[in-house]
């Protein structure tokens, strides 16, 4: 199933009244939920890989992706005087090199470029994310252990 007939499956449940629709096949599954108004509120897809193909070791199921149809996110000021250190990586985002350890940056540290901010783990591997500018921390975006994106906000440093 491709975006496109995802896409028309949406406007289709919109349009229908209907409160909530869930659509199974092989490797798909779709959950789909309106408001009262008919408005799309909520688009849960996974996809999931064919049995067959799993190994025999227990693998920790797949989060479904939930897609806020109705929802914008907010424009960051245009005039702001902060450098946002962004996520080079797809991964899950970690402020300390092991559990035991201390974070790599507070909010309020004094960072020089080439220091480690964080480490994103991607397919096992832990990359280790330095900084390419020098400034003070204001603000982190994410929190530890938590998922991150291509090119999502980390960090908010002040340069001066």
Known sequence: ???KEIQNLIKFVANSGVAEVKLEMDDVKITIRTTLEGNVTETTYVQQLPQATLPQAVVPQQAPVVVNVNSEAPAPAEDSKFIIIKSPIIGTFYRKPSPDKPVFTEVGSTI?????????EAMKLFNEIESEISGKIVKILVDDMSPVEFDQPLFL????
Request: net charge negative; proline share 6%.
């Open 112 to 120: 020089a470029k080439g220091d480690v901010l964080c480490v994103i």
């Open 157 to 160: 440093v002040d340069p001066s």
């Open 1 to 3: 199933m491709d975006l």
